[in-house]
């Protein structure tokens, strides 16, 4: 069994920055991936960004990338989203998830089996 805590969420105006952070309990394996999904109110959930718990490669959506980093610390188990110039669409539910990787399907949410509370975050115009 795995545990997923997110943290980090909140209100900021367009152009800024937030840093969400995700805490995870028991076992996550080399195989694995981790990444961060978005809902916003009406629409599916989406990928965000993931990383491949062996390796460290990453991937981005084209929504996200040069904005989003996803990085982890391996010593506090925890999984990173810095997300910079951040903008009114970004607006969402985010939540962080894991499961065995799969590259053809890990933009897919039914891919992961394990999935935080999520964080609310908030971008103003």
């Known amino acids: 069994q795995v545990q997923l805590v997110e943290s980090g969420g909140g209100s900021v105006e367009a152009g800024g920055s937030l840093r969400l952070s995700c805490a995870a309990s028991?076992?996550?394996?080399?195989?694995?991936?981790l990444a961060w999904f978005r809902q916003a109110p009406g629409k599916e959930r989406e990928g965000v960004a993931i990383?491949?718990?062996?390796?460290?490669?990453?991937y981005y959506a084209d929504s996200v990338k040069g904005r989003f980093t996803i990085s982890r610390d391996s010593a506090k188990n925890t999984l990173y989203l810095q997300m910079n110039s951040l903008k009114p669409e970004d607006t969402a539910m985010y939540y962080c998830?894991?499961?065995?990787?799969?590259?053809?399907?890990?933009?897919?949410?039914?891919?992961?089996?394990?999935w935080g509370q999520g964080t609310q975050v908030t971008v103003s115009s």
């Open positions: 998830a894991t499961g065995p990787y799969h590259y053809a399907y890990m933009w897919m949410p039914g891919s992961y089996a394990y």
């Open positions: 028991g076992n996550i394996y080399s195989n694995y991936c």
């Open positions: 990383l491949y718990y062996g390796s460290g490669g990453t």
